[in-house]
């Protein structure tokens, strides 16, 4: 056996708080270039809120949408923009339950952040068109020189 791996554990990896704080400050500058106020989360590889950022104005209800947005983005490595079209490959009663799950979402505006093959975190924006938070988010993945998985 391996000395360095412990037998009862392995090692995760997760956003650092300077990457987390980055990432939402790139996601508000591009929300503030497109005249919208959004709120942005970054959420770790476990689900836990890393960094959080609430633009004057943004929609009170998109604070959670926007947690919930990297949550889903963290926990399957899958934009949010795409689970419409993951969904039509599984059966009709996967389809209704999925969406009915607390913190699911299933519209733009999440992003998974990955890291060297490593997922470290998710990214989610709420406020704006899903376009524009999908944008934001973006932005946000930009700025620690990432690329969209």
Known sequence: MDQTRSPHSVEARLIDWPAASQAVEAAAKNAQGLGVRVNIAVVDAAGNLAAFLRMPGAPLHSIDIAI??????????????????????????????????????????????????????????????????EQCAQAGLQALRLKRT
């Open 68 to 133: 919930d947005k990297a949550y889903t983005a963290a926990s399957f490595g899958l934009p949010t923009s795409r689970w419409s079209e993951a969904l039509l490959s599984h059966s009709e009663a996967v389809r209704q339950g999925m969406v009915l799950r607390p913190r699911f979402i299933a519209f733009g505006g999440g992003l998974p952040i990955v890291e060297a093959g490593h997922r470290i975190g998710g990214i989610g924006v709420s406020g704006g068109s899903e376009e524009q938070d």
